[in-house]
Protein backbone atom coordinates (compact mmCIF):
# COMPACT_ATOMS: atom_id res chain seq x y z
CA UNK A 1 0.00 0.00 0.00
CA UNK A 2 2.83 2.20 -0.35
CA UNK A 3 3.53 4.51 -3.08
CA UNK A 4 6.84 6.82 -3.72
CA UNK A 5 5.62 9.87 -5.80
CA UNK A 6 8.73 11.89 -7.43
CA UNK A 7 8.95 15.21 -8.72
CA UNK A 8 11.46 18.12 -10.43
CA UNK A 9 12.25 16.18 -13.23
CA UNK A 10 12.84 17.69 -16.48
CA UNK A 11 15.44 19.04 -19.23
CA UNK A 12 18.46 21.49 -17.85
CA UNK A 13 21.88 22.74 -19.48
CA UNK A 14 24.59 21.00 -18.63
CA UNK A 15 26.55 22.88 -15.80
CA UNK A 16 22.51 23.69 -14.46
CA UNK A 17 20.74 22.09 -11.57
CA UNK A 18 17.40 20.27 -10.91
CA UNK A 19 16.33 19.33 -7.61
CA UNK A 20 14.03 15.99 -7.32
CA UNK A 21 12.30 15.13 -4.60
CA UNK A 22 10.38 11.57 -3.45
CA UNK A 23 7.22 11.48 -0.88
CA UNK A 24 6.01 8.01 0.73
CA UNK A 25 2.37 7.78 1.01
CA UNK A 26 2.79 6.15 4.23
CA UNK A 27 6.17 4.81 6.36
CA UNK A 28 6.51 1.09 7.05
CA UNK A 29 9.64 -0.62 9.53
CA UNK A 30 10.39 -1.50 5.82
CA UNK A 31 11.45 1.64 5.38
CA UNK A 32 14.66 2.54 7.03
CA UNK A 33 16.38 4.18 3.77
CA UNK A 34 15.39 6.07 1.15
CA UNK A 35 17.24 5.79 -2.04
CA UNK A 36 17.68 7.30 -5.72
CA UNK A 37 18.76 5.00 -8.61
CA UNK A 38 18.78 5.86 -12.31
CA UNK A 39 18.45 4.14 -15.48
CA UNK A 40 20.35 5.42 -18.74
CA UNK A 41 19.09 4.21 -21.98
CA UNK A 42 20.54 1.29 -23.63
CA UNK A 43 21.99 0.67 -19.17
CA UNK A 44 21.15 -0.96 -16.44
CA UNK A 45 19.68 0.42 -13.30
CA UNK A 46 21.91 1.98 -11.45
CA UNK A 47 22.46 3.37 -7.27
CA UNK A 48 23.09 7.31 -7.28
CA UNK A 49 22.66 8.31 -3.56
CA UNK A 50 20.96 6.95 -0.39
CA UNK A 51 20.16 7.76 3.02
CA UNK A 52 18.71 6.46 6.41
CA UNK A 53 15.87 8.28 8.22
CA UNK A 54 16.75 10.96 10.07
CA UNK A 55 19.72 11.83 7.98
CA UNK A 56 22.25 9.31 9.83
CA UNK A 57 24.20 7.75 7.21
CA UNK A 58 24.40 8.85 2.94
CA UNK A 59 26.15 6.78 0.25
CA UNK A 60 27.07 8.17 -3.31
CA UNK A 61 28.23 6.52 -5.73
CA UNK A 62 31.71 7.98 -6.78
CA UNK A 63 29.94 9.79 -10.40
CA UNK A 64 27.94 11.88 -8.43
CA UNK A 65 29.79 12.73 -5.44
CA UNK A 66 30.79 16.37 -5.10
CA UNK A 67 27.61 17.18 -7.65
CA UNK A 68 24.57 15.69 -5.82
CA UNK A 69 23.10 15.46 -2.57
CA UNK A 70 20.48 13.85 -0.55
CA UNK A 71 18.89 14.62 2.32
CA UNK A 72 14.63 14.06 3.97
CA UNK A 73 12.76 15.07 6.13
CA UNK A 74 11.58 12.57 8.21
CA UNK A 75 8.23 13.70 9.25
CA UNK A 76 7.16 14.38 5.51
CA UNK A 77 8.84 10.95 4.70
CA UNK A 78 10.48 12.74 1.56
CA UNK A 79 13.75 12.06 0.02
CA UNK A 80 15.40 14.85 -2.02
CA UNK A 81 17.96 14.57 -4.08
CA UNK A 82 19.74 18.25 -5.09
CA UNK A 83 21.64 17.96 -8.33
CA UNK A 84 24.44 20.27 -9.32
CA UNK A 85 26.73 20.85 -12.21
CA UNK A 86 24.83 18.25 -14.05
CA UNK A 87 26.51 16.27 -17.39
CA UNK A 88 25.15 15.16 -19.97
CA UNK A 89 25.65 11.68 -18.99
CA UNK A 90 23.60 12.15 -16.00
CA UNK A 91 20.72 11.94 -18.51
CA UNK A 92 18.37 9.11 -17.38
CA UNK A 93 15.20 8.23 -16.00
CA UNK A 94 15.56 8.81 -11.87
CA UNK A 95 13.38 6.38 -9.42
CA UNK A 96 13.16 6.98 -6.00
CA UNK A 97 12.90 3.77 -3.74
CA UNK A 98 12.66 2.88 0.08
CA UNK A 99 13.88 -0.07 1.75
CA UNK A 100 14.93 -1.62 5.11
CA UNK A 101 18.43 -0.22 5.11
CA UNK A 102 20.94 1.05 2.73
CA UNK A 103 22.30 -1.25 -0.61
CA UNK A 104 23.57 -0.75 -3.68
CA UNK A 105 21.28 -3.34 -4.99
CA UNK A 106 18.14 -2.11 -6.45
CA UNK A 107 16.47 -5.58 -5.17
CA UNK A 108 16.73 -4.89 -1.85
CA UNK A 109 14.26 -2.40 -2.36
CA UNK A 110 10.95 -3.19 -1.56
CA UNK A 111 9.20 0.19 -2.87
CA UNK A 112 9.57 2.63 -5.75
CA UNK A 113 8.68 5.48 -7.64
CA UNK A 114 7.37 5.69 -11.04
CA UNK A 115 10.21 7.67 -12.15
CA UNK A 116 11.09 11.25 -13.25
CA UNK A 117 12.86 12.05 -16.54
CA UNK A 118 16.15 13.83 -16.52
CA UNK A 119 17.02 15.12 -19.38
CA UNK A 120 21.02 17.38 -19.73
CA UNK A 121 22.00 18.70 -22.60
CA UNK A 122 25.44 19.81 -23.63
Known amino acids: QVQLVESGGGLVQAGGSLGLSCEAS????????MAWFRQAPGKEREFVAA????????DYTDAVKGRFTISEENAKNTVYLQMNSLKPEDTAVYYC???????????????WGQGTQVTVSS
Open 26 to 33: RRTLLMNA
Open 51 to 58: ITRGGGST
Open 97 to 111: AAGLRISLRSRDYGY
